[in-house]
């Protein structure tokens, strides 16, 4: 019996895991490496439906630098992928620390939609923690 190979082989578990280190070691030219140059970023917050939007790669790393801008040690925590044709997903904790000392601690996903082995679409989903 022979070996079927698929013509395009997408994203994989280890890739997701990759993607989810280089944004631990705050690395946004590896992050972008992942991303495909018409990229959008749904936020886990904002006014509208999706969040807020970030269409491009330019405007999608400026974005991300914010964050290590607001949070300069935020990482991602428990992290747990899985990924199924041209989408996937990425559960995680997000932690940080901001300016003025607050923590901030949230669970999330990360659901993407892949094209040419890159990260096409990355929607962001979050648990707020409120007292």
């Known amino acids: 019996m022979s070996k079927v190979t698929p013509l395009h082989p997408g994203i994989s578990v ?3 895991r990759a993607y989810s280190a280089a944004w631990n070691a ?3 030219d590896a ?10 970023f749904e ?3 904002g006014a509208e439906p999706w969040g807020t939007r970030f ?3 330019r405007a999608v790393q400026a974005r991300f630098i914010e964050v290590w801008t607001d949070l300069p040690d935020v990482t991602f925590h428990n992290d747990r ?11 995680w904790t997000f ?7 607050s923590r901030v601690e949230v669970d999330g996903c990360d659901l993407f939609t892949f094209r040419d082995r890159k990260i096409f679409l990355k929607n962001s989903f979050i648990k707020n923690r409120s007292n």
């Open 14 to 16: 280890a890739d997701l």
């Open 26 to 28: 705050h690395d946004i």
């Open 31 to 40: 992050i972008m490496a992942w991303m495909t140059d018409d990229c959008v």
């Open 43 to 45: 936020t886990g917050g």
């Open 55 to 57: 269409i491009g790669a």
């Open 81 to 91: 992928h899985f990924v199924s044709g041209d989408r996937g997903c990425s559960e």
């Open 95 to 101: 932690t940080g620390t901001r300016s003025d000392g």
